[in-house]
């Protein structure tokens, strides 16, 4: 998120409560581990992905492989904006 600020890049949070979480909407901290989250929640989050990002033409995921639970891969498969999602794991990037 840093780096995003610093580069005066838009930057979310992909949530497995709340979906995408922008940096403007407050939330209540959760504790949820993604291999908690239903069929339903599942769909709940892509829908939300989907209508939160529509109107980006380029998103970027950045991915941590240690951590990258197959949860975020499942959502980022699903979306219908699927092809327009790059995923990446070099800071560097962010420019």
Request: aromatic content about 14%.
């Amino acid at each position: 998120m840093q780096r995003c600020l610093n580069k005066g890049v838009a930057w979310a949070i992909l949530s497995d409560r709340y979906g995408v979480w922008l940096p403007a909407v407050k939330h209540e901290w959760y504790e949820k581990h993604p291999a908690t989250v239903t069929e339903q929640e599942s769909r709940q989050i892509v829908e939300h992905f989907d209508r939160t990002l529509k109107l980006y033409d380029e998103i970027y995921f950045l991915v941590r492989p240690k951590t990258f639970h197959p949860f975020y891969q499942k959502i980022l498969t699903e979306t219908t904006l699927a092809a327009r999602v790059t995923q990446f794991s070099d800071l560097q990037m962010i420019e």
